[in-house]
């Protein structure tokens, strides 16, 4: 079955630099989640999308921004990249709707992007 | 806003042996779920079990199963016959409805040989 990809799963910047990272949601999933995982740190969400529009938004700095495209795929932009910005970023892709395979909104974790900011 | 506790960052078991990971949550939802996430060295998010809080009977999923106490918003997951594949970060988590998921601290398992 098609999972959830993520592009690039390893990227290095430099400080102030900028990155975008990529999420393609399973076919026919219409919501997509971006989640940030520091090290040794539990997922903290920062943004969601259903049907392309912004549908939550957590702790997400201004620096990063997201959109969801008419293709359902996801990029999360982030400027002025900081150390701290080091982390496993993960998208995750659910259905917003009930099947008889699966409860509602279940979500699918991509392998992860890891993002080094040195 | 949901809460989700993780009150053992780390436990330990035999092969073969059966653990419980413990997990308290809290939640202005009524209608909501719960998750046991697993994370391996590998850092990918796998889903173990997963139960709706309207239901009852407690999930099961082959070794896996939850113990769902609603009124005392405790959801423990016990593994049973622990293989050494089981080794991993486990992490509890709670969804209202269509929202986030928001994640425990997390249990670290190490399994004995």
């Known amino acids: 079955a098609a999972g959830v990809i993520q592009s690039p799963r390893h990227l290095i910047k430099e400080k102030r630099e900028t990155a975008t990272l990529k999420c393609y949601p399973i076919p026919r999933h219409d919501t997509v989640y971006w989640y940030q995982q520091g090290p040794g740190q539990d997922p903290q969400f920062l943004i969601s999308f259903y049907e392309k529009m912004q549908s939550d938004k957590g702790s997400i700095p201004d620096r990063f921004s997201a959109q969801q495209f008419s293709d359902y795929h996801s990029e999360l932009n982030m400027s002025s990249l900081e150390l701290g910005d080091s982390a496993l970023y993960f998208c995750a892709s659910s259905l917003a709707t009930i099947t008889a395979e699966r409860g509602p909104y279940e979500q699918y974790f991509g392998p992860g992007t890891r993002l080094t900011v040195t | 806003a949901q809460t989700v506790t993780q009150s053992q960052p780390e436990m330990s078991v035999q092969e073969a042996e059966t653990v419980t990971l413990s997990c308290t949550y809290d939640?202005?939802?009524?209608?909501?779920?719960l998750f046991w996430y697993k994370q391996p060295p590998s850092r990918q998010m796998i889903l173990v079990i997963r139960?709706?809080?309207?239901?009852?009977q407690n999930a099961t999923e082959n070794r896996f199963s939850v113990n769902f106490q609603k009124a005392a918003k405790s959801f423990s997951l016990k593994i049973s016959d622990s293989q050494l594949g089981d080794a991993a970060m486990y992490f509890c988590a709670s969804q209202g409805g269509s929202e986030k998921l928001v994640f425990g601290k997390g249990t670290k398992l190490t399994v004995n040989p």
């Open positions: 939640t202005s939802e009524s209608d909501y779920y």
């Open positions: 139960q709706e809080a309207y239901k009852q």
